[in-house]
């Protein structure tokens, strides 16, 4: 299975600054029809995750545009361009180029 | 909207069996591929098990392979994951989840529902 690597595990930020959250995958998440299937989420603290971008940059319905995603084939990159407070929690890329769908291991945000 | 609402959740001893349930609403269930997703204690997102839209497909982790099954009522709306011979490593908070439309992935996620597994 496709394994998945985030780096930093945790980010201390300051409120209204950007941060960034790296991810990558030990291979390829270029599907065989184009498209790759590189998802982000977000968990806040007791919640379920929920989807942030799909498809490396694509933004999904309701999320604030402060948030963007770029990369290809094997790295990839959350940005939070000015942190809010209800940033926080856990963040999490996601994989469904090949099954199984596979995630990686989360990125805390905290406020400094 | 899109509504995932899992129950069935509950402690139960090493060995024991639990039957979870998936009921769905707010969009068409029986074009949907459905998956549970559990979280452990302090740990990340782990896929477990998934059924194709019919129902014809379904897939295990290795770890629950022979222990749990997935099925679906499409007329109900409503999936289901039977639990056996459950272990401590099972502990966990399971979501209920919706293949994603148009690209490949989850969309949707339910609220989850607790699995504790201890003697």
């Known amino acids: 299975e496709i394994v998945m690597t985030q780096t930093p595990l945790s980010s201390p930020v300051t409120l209204g600054q950007a941060a960034s959250i790296s991810c990558r995958s030990s291979?390829?998440?270029?599907?065989?029809?184009?498209?790759?299937?590189l998802t982000w989420l977000h968990q806040r603290p007791g919640q379920p995750p929920r989807v942030l971008i799909y498809?490396?940059?694509n933004r999904f319905s309701g999320v604030p545009d402060r948030f963007s995603g770029s990369g290809a084939v094997t790295d990839f990159t959350l940005n939070i361009s000015r942190v809010e407070a209800e940033d926080v929690g856990l963040y999490y890329c996601?994989?469904?180029?090949?099954?199984?769908?596979?995630f990686g291991p989360g990125t805390r945000v905290e406020i400094k | 909207d899109v509504q995932l609402v899992e129950s069935g959740g509950n402690s139960v001893q090493p060995g024991g069996s639990l039957r979870l349930s998936c009921a769905a609403s707010?969009?068409?269930?029986?074009?949907?591929?459905i998956y549970w997703v559990r979280q452990g204690p302090g740990k990340g997102l782990v896929w477990v098990s998934r059924?194709?839209?019919?129902?014809?497909?379904?897939n295990y982790e290795d770890s629950v392979r022979g222990r749990f099954t997935m099925s679906r009522d499409n007329a109900r709306t409503t999936a289901y994951l039977e639990m056996n011979s459950l272990r401590g490593e099972d502990t966990a908070i399971y979501y209920c989840?919706?293949?994603?439309?148009?690209?490949?992935?989850?969309?949707?996620w339910g609220q989850g529902t607790l699995v504790t597994v201890s003697s």
């Open positions: 291979r390829t998440l270029v599907h065989n029809d184009g498209n790759t299937y």
């Open positions: 996601m994989q469904g180029t090949e099954f199984p769908h596979t």
């Open positions: 059924i194709s839209p019919e129902g014809k497909v379904v």
């Open positions: 989840a919706r293949g994603s439309h148009g690209w490949s992935g989850i969309d949707f």
């Open positions: 498809k490396i940059s």
């Open positions: 707010g969009f068409t269930f029986s074009n949907s591929w």
